[in-house]
Each structure stands twice: as structure tokens, then as C-alpha cells.
């Protein structure tokens, strides 16, 4: 048997113990749909394998089989990708790309002989899909994980490795070239097992370190509100008011507080107070952007750091957001619940603005509406 025999069956074992993986990596890691994807991904990759073992007698027949379950496996790990990180990218446009080259290499294969094409274009195709999972994963966020930028690499290299062995099975012509062919089999054959275990590998690294960030996001996170908890804003914000001063932005940080919640808790039950939390903080969030930071520092006492380009609104901000939950309903069992908060800002300027100094300065501010009154913003200057 030659040495060809032995890699074919190698990637055969080596894709049924990665589909494994990720069938269990999928029941055991929370579901993710990509993951799946992925697990079938190998699933069709080990059936390519398996047909090259046990090649139909007609060679038409098994060529086609072959290219078809190639196709299928590109477009399946390109699948997951897209679903990963939520990509714009037709899955349509998948679909019907893969029935494309399929229906061509096809026409190439049995009705108008063309060796070359029949060969190369599929792996073209691949090598398309290579380079598109690469961007994908090194552009669907401002700084890729080293994960994403390893996976990305290996995709780009294996994709560079096919786009050489296709060129030479292109550059057959129409009759089998014997030289050729053996130059496209040799690169295609050698870069198949370490492009795969490679790619394979990083996309375990992937998931790895996607399941590592929503750890660290659950961490820093209030599993009621889903704001950024005490630990989480305190690490988080500080970089994000140096960030937002070296542009130029006009900062303010505001500290607010559901005005008298104990009486709400008292009156309704912690089950109502706990509603009135989530729905206040998310009319909160309604009424700020993504960009900006909210946490909740504990009990119903929240701040918010946010910026703006022009001044004026960046103070009038916690007007706004008072006004919103002043006119909000809040409605519990059937009874109506008044809800009011008061608001302390604080301009935050200079880079040496803290964040532990703002929201002294905020709290301070916040007694200050309380005392005067409550449903009520004081700013104070840093």
C-alpha cells in the first residue's frame, strides 16, 4: 500500500476523534449551535475519507462523490464560523456556491472532459472559504484573541498551501499530465494532515477561550440587571475615561438610586423590588448608548460613565434618563408601583481624572438630591 493510503486513513481516524470532540464539547459547553455545525463539519470530512478508502469501480462516480463531500466540509466549518460571530455573510451564498462548483466540476468530470478544471476548481473554491473564515475571525472584533489570530493563521496558510496544489492540477490542461499531478497530489497530500489537525486544534482553542471570556464576563457581571457588578465597572472603567479623554470627549460620570426602595420592598415584596430593578435599569439602557458603562455598585445604587462630543448633552443626559423612569409604568401583581431616582453627576476632566474620585464626588452629589427633595439631578464640578 502506498504512503498515500496510510495519510487518507490517518485523516479518516483523525476526523472521527474531532467530530467526537465537538459532539461533546457541544453537550458539554453550553449548546453553542457553531459547535455543532463544527462536530458535523468532521462528520462529512470523515465520509471523504472514507470514500477515498473505498473508491466506486466507475471513476466519474467517485470523483464526484469525493469533490462533492470536500465542498460539503468547507462550507460546513465556514458555516459555523458564520454563525460564530454572528456574520453578515449569506448562508444562501454558501448553498448555492457549493451547488455551483459541484454542477461545474461536474460538467468538467463527465460531459466535456477538462482534467485540470475537474481537479482544481473545487479546491479553488475551498480556498476562497479558507481566506473567508481567516477575515472572519480576525475582523468580527476590534482586537481578535490570540486564539481567533492563531486559527486565522492556519486557516490562511492551509488556504495558500491548496491555491498552490490547485494550480498545478490546473496546470494539467484538459489531458492527465502525469508530472503535474503528481506535484498537485504530493502538496495537496502532505498539507492535508497538518492543515487539518492544525485548523482543528485552533478552533479548539477557540472555543476554549470563548467559554474562558464568558466566565470572566459572568464574574464581572450582575447576574439580576445584567450590569457590570462593583469589581467589573472599577476594572473596566478607569481605562474607559482615559479612553474616552484622549479623544476629546466630554465625560460625566452619574451615580443614581431607585428613591425609596425599601418601601417598595417593604410595601410589595423583594420579588417586586427585584422587578422594578431589572425593568428600571433597563429603561436605563434604552435611554443611553452601547458605548456607554453602567453598573450597579450594590442594592439599587448604580453609576454610569459615558461620554459625548458635545457638551450640553453629556450633562443633560441624566435629565433625560430621570424624566424616562418618572414617566415609566411599573406595574407588579397587578398594582401600580411609583417608581422616581435621584441623580449626582460629576464632569470628569484632566487625565488624571480617577474613577474612585468621580464617584466620591457622585455620591455626594446623589445626597444632595436625596436631600433636596429626591427625583431630582445635582452636578457637581471635579
Not at 418618572?326 to 487625565?351: H, M, P, R
Request: glycine share 6%; aromatic share 14%; with cysteine.
Amino acid at each position: 500500500m502506498s504512503a498515500f493510503f496510510y495519510i487518507i486513513v490517518s485523516l479518516l481516524f483523525t476526523n472521527i476523534v474531532l467530530a467526537v470532540i465537538f459532539f461533546t464539547a457541544y453537550f458539554s459547553m453550553g449548546r453553542e449551535r457553531h459547535t455543532l455545525i463544527w462536530a458535523f463539519t468532521f462528520v462529512v470530512g470523515a465520509c471523504q475519507w472514507l470514500v477515498n478508502i473505498f473508491k466506486p469501480s466507475d471513476f466519474n462516480t467517485y470523483w464526484m462523490i469525493a469533490c462533492t463531500l470536500s465542498v460539503g466540509t468547507i462550507l460546513f466549518g465556514t458555516w459555523g464560523h458564520l454563525v460564530r460571530t454572528n456574520s453578515r455573510f449569506s448562508k444562501t451564498s454558501l448553498l448555492m456556491s457549493g451547488l455551483a462548483i459541484i454542477a461545474i466540476t461536474y460538467y468538467f468530470t463527465v460531459i466535456d472532459l477538462h482534467r485540470g478544471l475537474s481537479t482544481s476548481l473545487y479546491i479553488y473554491h475551498t480556498v476562497f472559504y479558507l481566506f473567508l473564515c481567516g477575515y472572519v475571525l480576525l475582523k468580527h472584533r476590534d482586537k481578535p484573541r490570540a486564539a481567533e489570530i492563531g486559527a486565522a493563521s492556519a486557516y490562511i496558510l492551509f488556504a495558500i498551501s491548496q491555491g498552490v496544489a490547485a494550480t498545478y492540477a490546473l496546470m494539467q490542461g484538459a489531458e492527465w499530465n502525469a508530472e503535474y499531478f503528481d506535484i498537485y497530489r504530493m502538496i495537496n497530500f502532505v498539507s492535508l494532515p497538518t492543515g487539518y489537525i492544525g485548523m482543528s486544534l485552533f478552533i479548539v482553542f477557540v472555543l476554549a477561550s470563548d467559554m474562558s471570556e464568558k466566565m470572566r464576563i459572568q464574574a464581572i457581571t450582575d447576574s439580576l440587571t445584567t450590569c457590570l457588578n462593583r469589581r467589573g465597572f472599577f476594572q473596566i472603567a478607569q481605562d474607559k475615561l482615559l479612553s474616552l479623554l484622549k479623544k476629546e470627549m466630554h465625560v460625566c460620570l452619574v451615580y443614581w438610586d431607585i428613591d425609596k426602595f425599601k418601601a417598595i420592598n417593604d410595601n410589595f415584596g423583594h420579588s417586586a423590588g427585584d422587578l422594578v430593578l431589572q425593568r428600571a435599569t433597563d429603561v436605563i439602557k434604552q435611554n443611553i448608548k452601547d458605548s456607554d458603562l453602567i453598573g450597579r455598585l450594590g442594592g439599587e445604587e448604580f453609576v454610569i460613565l459615558l461620554g459625548r462630543v458635545d457638551f450640553d448633552d453629556a450633562r443633560l443626559v441624566a435629565e433625560r434618563l430621570r424624566v424616562a423612569l418618572e414617566s415609566t409604568s411599573f406595574e407588579y401583581n397587578g398594582q401600580q408601583i411609583d417608581v422616581t431616582a435621584s441623580f449626582g453627576v460629576v464632569q470628569l476632566k484632566g487625565e488624571d481624572a480617577s474613577i474612585e474620585t468621580a464617584i466620591d464626588r457622585a455620591d455626594k452629589a446623589l445626597y444632595q438630591a436625596k436631600q433636596s427633595g429626591r427625583n431630582k439631578v445635582v452636578q457637581l464640578a471635579l
